[in-house]
């Protein structure tokens, strides 16, 4: 392999890392953005159902 191709293949690499890593960064940002969005509906259901609703479990066959 000369030279050349050794730096090209270098930066091919370098190239798909940093691509990679955009990647998962957007799709971490996206989770954590799901995430707080099913905390915050949690939150308005349990302030909109009244208390003793899901305290006890009726289990008759």
């Known amino acids: 392999m000369d030279g ?15 691509v990679l890593k955009k990647a998962m960064q ?7 953005t799901l995430l ?10 349990q302030a909109s159902n ?3 609703l899901g305290q006890n479990l009726d289990v008759r066959a």
């Not at 050349?4 to 940093?18: E, R």
């Not at 957007?26 to 954590?32: E, H, Y």
């Not at 707080?36 to 259901?45: F, T």
């Open 50 to 52: 009244p208390a003793h």
């Open 4 to 18: 050349l191709s050794q730096v090209s293949a270098n930066v091919s690499t370098n190239a798909q890392a940093l």
């Open 36 to 45: 707080q969005g099913a905390e915050q509906s949690a939150q308005q259901i």
């Open 26 to 32: 957007a799709q971490s940002q996206a989770a954590m």
